[in-house]
């Protein structure tokens, strides 16, 4: 079966997650660029970190929704999401937890969007 051909905007959509992500694990790195895990507090190189989801889809670029998650919290135990609701509601309060699951309805990310979200964070990046 042949390969879809991929959009511009979907190559966009790669290429700004690519830079946020990157972002997301290094922010709060030590200087060897050592985090911790969001949800279990295992402490790895970011590059071994995934950019680990409370919300999918809606809020992908979200800095709020999105933290530093081993591979074992984030693809085996499936986000271990009832502790990353804790965490969230402890760093940032239930109303602002509640606001994030409201706007995880009505984000809709554009064209102008991914371009100045890609280069935000490749300037941040570097």
Known sequence: MPKKKRTPTQILRDKAWKEFSKYIRLKGADKDGFNE???????????????????????????????????????????????????????????AVKDLESRAEQTIYLWEDLTEIYEKYKELNN
């Open 37 to 95: 895990c969001f949800t279990c507090g295992a402490k790895k190189h970011y590059k071994k970190l995934h950019a680990g989801h409370f919300k999918h889809g809606k809020l992908d670029f979200d800095e709020m929704n999105i933290h530093p998650q081993c591979i074992a919290c984030n693809r085996w135990h499936r986000g271990r999401l009832d502790v990353y609701a804790m965490k969230l509601i402890d760093l940032y309060g239930l109303e």
